[in-house]
């Protein structure tokens, strides 16, 4: 949250070259306080664990954050009881004449196939169109991202040699960035995906900014229309066992995954993984909930 002090104060210029958040009297007196109305379009397969990772970074803000989930009509999935879809779920349809304060679109185990084949794509588009007037930010996530920068500024995807997992070191830039904010040079991040995006497709458009990648894994945070839209092309709301569980239930499949990538200690898959991406994943929810949503969505939805 920002701090409040004098407009004179002689530090203030120094706090803000740091990309410490001021805010100044005359806006601190005029500002009103509700809770905002995030909607969560929840499309991984394993719902629950999802919405166990999601919360628990969401609620690492001193903000009120009422949370709606929604899921597909065109697709209805497998792995989850369908009586926890529908006591805990809203189809869009149902909430689509309504306008919420920020939108999250998850990732989605279908990256392998072409966004047109999804089974549910005419439905995303449609999700996607209706956000650019009723929802203040959309936060797009891994596959969501993807499919985001496609349809949205035709950013193609393209295959990896073989699957990307583990836990990669990202390097921060713009530090002035609000999305950034409180960001060391380096972090760590979960990814688990067989895509990839075209960073030079990326940088070529004047509507999209990259403000952290690796060289290992490519553009990882990005920022769209000033933050209208952002994208996230790995998971940092994995929680510590995530990883592994993905590779012990590809070896049951038989698909022979690598380890993933420093994420066992000594890459010794029977010793617990630690987790060492926390921190960050946690800063950059707070900071799109802060300066992407609450402090620029209107009072009255």
């Known amino acids: 949250m920002p701090i409040r002090i004098d407009n004179n104060l002689p530090v203030r210029k120094t706090l803000e070259e740091e ?29 629950e664990d999802t919405e166990l990772q ?31 879809l529908e006591r805990f779920y809203s189809t869009f349809s149902e909430i689509r004449q309504h306008r919420f304060d920020g939108l999250i679109i998850t990732g989605a185990p279908v990256e392998k196939m072409p966004f047109e084949e999804v089974e549910y794509w005419g439905e995303l588009k449609e999700i996607m169109d209706w956000s650019d007037k009723n ?61 990839g995006v ?14 952290a990648e690796s060289e290992e894994t490519g553009p990882y945070l990005i920022i769209g229309e000033g933050g209208k839209n952002i994208f996230v092309t790995g998971h940092p709301e994995y929680d510590t066992l995530t990883l592994d569980q993905e590779y ?31 921190c960050h994943a946690n800063a950059m929810y707070f900071n799109w909930l802060n300066y992407y949503v609450y402090q620029v969505t209107p009072y009255v939805l």
């Not at 075209?198 to 403000?211: N, Y």
Request: proline letters at 7%; aromatic letters at 10%; glycine letters at 4%.
């Open 248 to 278: 012990h239930r590809d070896l049951d499949k038989g698909i022979c995954p690598e380890i993933p990538c420093r994420y066992y200690p000594e890459d010794d898959p029977s010793r617990k993984p630690v987790k060492s991406w926390r």
């Open 198 to 211: 075209c960073r030079e497709e990326i940088t070529a458009h004047p509507d999209l900014e990259i403000v």
């Open 135 to 195: 929802v203040t930010s959309t936060l797009h996530i891994c596959w969501g991202a993807q499919a985001g920068l496609y349809y949205r500024y035709g950013i193609h995807k393209y295959d990896l040699p073989k699957k990307l997992s583990g836990v990669y070191e990202q390097k921060t830039f713009h530090k002035r960035t609000p999305l950034v904010r409180g960001f060391d040079d380096t972090f760590l991040v979960p990814q688990s995906r067989y895509t």
């Open 54 to 84: 999601l919360l628990r970074s969401l609620s690492n803000t001193p903000l009120q954050v009422n949370i709606t989930f929604i899921r597909t009509g065109t697709y209805e999935s497998k792995n989850v009881a369908k009586s926890h």
């Open 19 to 47: 990309n410490i958040f001021v805010m100044d009297m005359d806006r601190a007196v005029s500002q009103d306080i509700r809770p905002l109305e995030v909607v969560i379009l929840n499309l991984m397969p394993l719902k």
